[in-house]
């Protein structure tokens, strides 16, 4: 059964609430302020509470040395809004979830099979080289591709094919279904945000 959280009681384990905005207090609704307004009144609401509930602070700097510190310190990313805009539901451009992303080149070592309506293939297969100079799986990238790339990049996969897989044995283990191997001789600039435990890319 679901259990109700206490946001009062500081001293139980658990998850923590952080409110970004208000939208109805006191028999009002606050959708229509500017954000700045709605955030003023959250910050008096919670202003001295302890316990699982806090306030989310906001930083009215250049969102560009927001973004940096917050890579650097290897935050997911930040979100920027826009202070004066009310609030609006679904998507739309005063909010925007901008994440830190790592760039780094990697082999293909092969392909999986299109789906749908897209043609030539569906994600590369990649790998990076190990101390001792053997490929290893590390994850794969279907995105970034338009048509042109699709149609060039198939075509010189196809000529690159063979049978066997060039991925270590022994590392983490590519999907088998609908993949194509190929001759580890292009490389591929690939943008991520992290490497899991298991050694692949997010």
Known sequence: PARQLDLADPGRAGAKVVAFDLLFLD??????????????????????RRGRLRYSEHFDVPGRRVYERACR??????????????YTSGRGTAWLKVKCVARQEMVIG?????????????????????????????????????????????????????PASPFAADGP???ARGAHWVKPELVAE?????????????
Do not use: C, M, N
């Open 73 to 86: 310190q290897g935050l997911e990313g930040i979100v920027s809004k826009l202070k004066d805009a009310p």
């Open 173 to 175: 283990r590519p999907p």
């Open 27 to 48: 028999g009002r609704d606050l959708p229509r302020l500017p954000l700045v307004e709605r955030k003023a009144r959250l910050a008096r609401l919670l202003q001295g």
């Open 110 to 162: 092969g392909y999986t099979d299109p789906e749908g309506a897209r043609a030539e293939f569906g994600s590369l297969l990649l790998g990076v080289h190990d101390p001792a100079g053997r490929l290893v799986y590390a994850g794969r990238v279907g995105t970034g591709f338009d048509r042109a790339t699709l149609r060039a990049l198939g075509a010189r996969l196809r000529k690159l094919e063979r």
């Open 190 to 202: 690939v943008a991520f945000t992290e490497w899991t435990r298991d050694g692949l890319l997010r």
